[in-house]
């Protein structure tokens, strides 16, 4: 990465990173990488990990509108018996993408946001351990992203859109029973968003176990970062499998094999064991991350550390695991044996045990504390209040006998709305408003953000409550319509008519970050300062919005909560009284002689590759062949792009006033200065490429 | 946050509270009638389920009550007063605001993870007992075992009265499930396509009717009477339409029915409307309906002298170049229609057959107890995707006939109303 | 204003782990030599059960058999040519659990097929 | 690698910028990243070994099975050249900790050679099968056995591919003793897909149908 040689002085400059001189060395003549901070090039090129995550929050924003729309097309149809605002195929297409969208497009890029911006800081280091690779993963996602949508669009509205339901159970999803391209769009549209969640999976992996600053042992790890590690555990060992999965599906509905094939002798339980191998694991990726973002809220608006830290880490640890054995808690009715469903009806149950032992500990770090509802405040205990019905009805289903009954009935929506939106969503959007300051320098609106949480989460309650109602009085999931006399129109109309209150909830999010933003600039861009909330996590000591370098210098962490202990000591009365200003403890950002990865023209380059090898699968095998082509080419261009700018060889240190590396640069090595500039990518291809193999 | 906001959410929250109030009232008093209702079981197995899930929705109800309680109660108890105030120093505390710094409390930490253990084993106790019990699907009380079988978008019962299910069946129906009452039937699950779920909520929970293997099932109704059910697993185009229904009778009208089910129908007079209904049947619809002593194998394009249909729909597997039953897996078939005018709906039980056939007329007779519904038939021989999407070209779901002219049709329903 | 102490750390977490470069003592070119005269031999008897069926084992005893060969095998590859054995225990702990895992529910996921 | 140098600044000290000693665990980004991935490979293996077992037998009576096909003295070869190379590839990365640069590029050959023969093996072993009435779509078997083994062997032609360019860079005088570990990486992923087929010869092959 190009250690370029960087001399700035005033902080408002800190995210300008001055042109650096033209590159000298160009080893294979073409391959220099791009200059320069700031414009929109510098957002497609760029391998910070703080701008990555703002492109993932922003882009996930974008998709939850897409997801919410087709929710509430799906409201629309259901709002009376014999509902004909779409009707049955375009339904059954905008559950799906519903489903798909919100999962693979919303909540995984949020908390991908999240992971993004925060691990590193929280562990107190740079960047993440490959920053072009993280690069590479977002325009991968936004690739996959794109695909999958595009499927809404192309040869006619919801003609080519994955109608299968989002778990796409065979043999429904053959060539035979779905001859449209929606099934092509989605079985490749989640391979490579798995490429892209499986790279950032193994870079966060290594970031958080390689790149800990001095002092920074696990025990110290703030909780949302041991949740997002734990996350990436998950992505790590469950995408393989939904690999495994859609592949199968694949090589089926293109080349005839026979996976899922009941006349050749398959049997379908293979798609289903398989999916839900990944799908379950896959609802604790979506969860545990707004876990960790609520644990890091709740205890600075009570002013109390965060209750029982080591069971919380070791509760996330136990879901993480258990969260491996329960799956098929999805497939009651299936036919599996009585063996294998008392099995995992009493596997899943326990789960409620860890899980419980988080919302104890959120709840016993509130008592006696001195609490503030702030915005953030009032998602993370709307996330204690409104998961914890969703976990219930969740223990409900794991009784098997009686989730017979319940099964693909509006009672299974209920709870998983409830456990994605009141626990995964709002604690996401607890964190854009904990973290917004940090992230862009300024505060979100406070009354329009308690606004906004109040609309949504009455909407949301109205809108998913009687879901449960519906759901034990028979109202099956996934159905276009049901008949007048099935009882069901009351507890429709007013999730109808909820659903667009949440609308409402959502666009006063929208407008908040609007006028919030417009505010800030009327009143000349005040500084919020490093540590807005008075907070605890190592994120608040630097700058904010965070210079492109995160920290002046490396910060040597002795314990748990490291800058709160700084700020604040205890007198010879024991009581806790403030240490130091936290002007004092916090950086400045001022120091600009860190080295920083360049820019890199390739992850985007990479991403358009994978994009056209998707479309070239779905539509014509030579043109994914001529992307793959491209793909292996521009993987070379990746590993043969010069490391840096030899010119500015030397300063690798990060303390300023340590220039006692000049010599080791070594211009005419492929690598530059930083040695083995090549490895990186050696290693590199065994993923990308296997990844468009398919 | 400003006072008018402030007095707007007061406001909001105080008429949403009161909105519920009237709502839940609302659907109480205008007791809407729930056919599907899992809540109010009549049969056995529902009955087992509904008591093992009734404490534990008790207990449900309980914690959550417990934790909401816990959450107001400490907003209430802790929350710094004066706290929304919308200035931008929010979030800041003075300095002197510290409550006591708890780390933690280990026994505490052990209390709230046995105790939910310990209450979970309980339930995991009484959970494994009622599975097993359900599980034990035996039917002995009588020896009919229906095949039921699912395909895209609606249901076929092959009655094997002798329970034999290697055998071909004594007749097969279609969309009503008719048992007699308090006698556990046993139900052999199976699928043409792709998956679906069979459900009867108030008899028993579902099961997956899945392609390439054949599942156990049982229902069992306490008393007579039509009980709705719906097609639970997302099956393409129509899966909301296809529903089904079971008919609990009386023992004695349940071999009635039988007796009926059993013979076949007669080819009506030539000359009359009926007869002229039968011979367009012939032309435009016999190619896929059986009807028992009307229509023959010849009809479908095969061989005259052999079985009128293919009951047995993977029977041994030998692998495809055996080709066994590589085309009865895209359905392909469609409903026999020997008995039609014995069903209160039709289609997957997405339309009534009957106007005035609530769930609780008499079920035998229904075409000398209610009205035909005439239009409703009409519109289906006419242009039956117009009326439950399907994809025919396919075969899947019946295509449409708007070839047909209005007597022509006429004419078919005069036929297809002699098949009672 | 009273003085200040800072308050102490967090019970006693040592500091961290800063295992040292995991002690590359390089074995020598002999050693995978042997390694891999063993794994041949492993390899040879494993054929050999092929051919040798014919003489009436049981299924079971061969599975059983070829199962422990392979792991064996399997063992020797990732412990000496992958260095595991040598390498730092991390390495070991992340390979062994995706291992497992692995193992663990694909076995529950065929069983829950077959036996059950 | 060129990524790390920056990102690992924490603790970094000029006199050292092989970025090999100053991770939190005290080891290199791209050798963790590598277990890591090989780590989530298992569970991709796995699913396709389970796929294989649980396919192989839903056949006909009548259908091409795996005895009818597999021949076990042809592919016993062929998975002992593949053996072997993992051998070729330890010696390949002992030769350049050695700084031997010329037996570095010796066993990296014969490291990619192995492969390849064994890759060839592969095509040849399709094309035998396919001629002997086992196509891809023929029945659940060709299904799953091709696809396991194709897996397999795209893994093993992406090993020769990474083999080949590390050839390349040691020609140009790019891959000295200070790249070791960038050897030894791709070594730690040819070893793997060398102890996968370990696996997959037992099940598939060797296992009495
Ligand atoms: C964020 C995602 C998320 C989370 C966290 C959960 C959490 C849980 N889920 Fe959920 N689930 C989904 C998302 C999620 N689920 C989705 C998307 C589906 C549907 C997929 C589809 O079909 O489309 C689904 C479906 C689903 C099913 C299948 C239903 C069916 O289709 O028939 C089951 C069955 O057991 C289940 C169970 C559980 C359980 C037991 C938990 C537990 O983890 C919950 C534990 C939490 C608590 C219990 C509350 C807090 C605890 C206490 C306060 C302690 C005291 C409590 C007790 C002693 C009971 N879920
Ligand atoms: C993962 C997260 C997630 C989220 C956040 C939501 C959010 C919502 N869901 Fe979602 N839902 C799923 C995941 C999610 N859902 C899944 C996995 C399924 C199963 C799919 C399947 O069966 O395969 C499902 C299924 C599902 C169903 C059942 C469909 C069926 O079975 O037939 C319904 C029905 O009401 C529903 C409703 C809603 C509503 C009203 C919202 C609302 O909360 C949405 C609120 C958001 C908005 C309203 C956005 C605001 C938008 C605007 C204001 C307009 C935008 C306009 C533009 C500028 C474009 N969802
Ligand atoms: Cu059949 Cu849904
Ligand atoms: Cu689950």
Known sequence: MTVTDRTITAPEETLALPAGPAIAHRPLGVFTRPQGSEGWRSWLFTVDHKRIGIMYGAAALFFFLVGGAEALFIRLQLATPNGSVIGAGTYNGVFTMHGVTMVFLVIMPMAAAFANYLLPLQVGARDVAFPRLNAFSFWCFLAGGMLLTSSILVGGWFQNAPDGGWFAYAPNTGLLFSPSKGIDFYAVGLQILGIASLVSAINLIVTVLNMRTPGMSFFRMPVLTWMLLITQFLLLFALPVITVALFLLMFDRLWDANFFNVEAGADPLLWQHLFWIFGHPEVYILILPAFGIVSEIIPTFSRKPLFGYHFMVASGIAIGFMGWGVWAHHMFTSGVGPLSVAAFSVSTMFIAVPTGVKILNWLATMYRGRLRFTTPMLYAVGVVSMFTIGGLSGVTHSIAPSDTQQTDTYYIVAHFHYVIFGGALLGLFGGFYYWWPKAFGYKLNEGWGKASFWVMLIGFNFTFGPMHILGLQGMSRRIATYRADEGFALWNMVATISSFVIALGVLMFFWNVYVSTRNWKRAGRPDVGPDPWDARGLEWMTASPVPEHNFDEDIEVDRLDHFWHRKYGKDENGRIVRAAPTSEIAHDGSNTNVHLPSPSYWPIVLGGGILLVGYGIIYNLWLAAAGLVFLVASIYGWILEPADDPDAAGHHDDHGDDHGGDDHGDPDSNGGPSGNGESATADEPAETEEATVG | ?420 | MATVTPDSPDTAHAPDEHASGGGHDHPSNWLYVKVAIYLALLTAFEVFTYFETVHGWGDTAIIVMLIIMMLLKFFLVVAFFMHLKFDHPIFWRLFVFGLILAMAVYMVMLTAFRIW | MAETMTAEAPGHTPEHHDGEHHTSTGLSNEKLAMWVFLGSECLLFGGLISTYMFNKGRIGPNDVGPEDVFDIPFTSVSSFVLLMSSLTMVFAVSSIARGDLRGNRIWLATTAALGATFVAGQVYEFTAFYSEGLGFTTNLFGSAFYALTGFHGAHVTIGIIMLMSLLVMSMRGNLGPERAETVEIIGLYWHFVDIVWIVIFTIVYLFPQ
Not at chain 2, 92 to 117: C, K, M, S
Request: with cysteine.
């Open chain 2, 1 to 420: 946050m400003s006072k008018r906001l402030k007095a707007l959410v007061w406001l909001t929250s105080l008429l949403i509270t009161a909105g519920t109030v009237v709502l839940i009232v609302v659907s109480i008093v205008v007791t809407d009638d729930h056919p599907l209702s899992t809540l109010s079981p009549v049969g056995r197995q529902g009955r087992d389920i509904a008591e093992l899930i009734n404490p534990i929705f008790i207990v449900a109800g309980v914690v959550f009550f417990l934790v909401q309680g816990a959450v107001l109660a400490l907003w209430w108890r802790y929350r710094v007063a004066g706290s929304d105030s919308g200035d931008g120093e929010f979030g800041y505390y003075d300095d002197d605001e510290f409550p006591e710094q708890t780390h933690g409390n280990n026994r505490l930490e052990i209390a709230w993870t046995i105790v939910p253990t310990v209450l979970l084993a309980v339930i995991s106790v009484f959970t494994l007992v009622a599975l097993f019990a359900l599980d034990d699907v035996k039917a002995s009380d009588e020896d009919v075992v229906v095949t039921v079988i699912g395909q895209q978008w609606w249901w076929e019962y092959q009655y094997h009265l002798d329970g034999n299910t290697d055998s071909p069946p004594d007749f097969v129906t279609a969309n009503e499930l008719v048992i007699p009452v308090g006698v556990d039937i046993a139900l052999d699950i199976k699928s043409r396509d792709v998956i679906h779920s069979f459900w009867i909520p108030k008899l028993n929970g579902k099961r997956d009717a899945v392609p390439g293997r054949s599942h156990d099932w049982v229902i069992q109704a306490d008393e007579p009477g039509r009980f709705r059910g719906q097609c639970t697993e997302f099956c393409g185009l129509s899966h909301g339409y296809m529903k089904m229904v079971a008919v609990a009778l009386p023992t004695a009208e349940f071999a009635q029915w039988r007796d009926n089910q059993i013979t076949s129908a007669d080819i009506p007079q030539e000359g009359t409307p009926a007869g002229d209904g039968w011979a367009t049947f012939s032309q435009q619809c016999a190619n896929c309906h059986v009807i028992n002593g009307v229509t023959s194998a010849a009809n479908r394009g095969g061989d005259p002298e052999s079985a009128p249909d293919s009951w047995d729909i993977y029977g041994e597997f030998n692998g495809p170049s055996a080709g066994t039953y590589t085309d009865e897996l895209v359905a392909g078939a469609a409903p026999n229609l020997t008995h039609l005018m014995t069903r209160g709906t039709f289609a997957g039980s997405a339309f009534d057959l009957y106007l005035n056939a609530g769930d609780h007329v008499p079920y035998l007779n229904l075409a000398d107890q209610a009205t035909l519904n005439r239009s409703e038939l009409e519109a289906w021989i006419y242009n039956a995707p117009e009326r439950k999407p399907a994809d025919a070209d396919d075969l899947r779901g019946m295509p449409a006939r708007t070839g047909l002219s209005p007597t022509d049709i006429d004419n078919v329903v005069a036929f297809l109303s002699t098949l009672d």
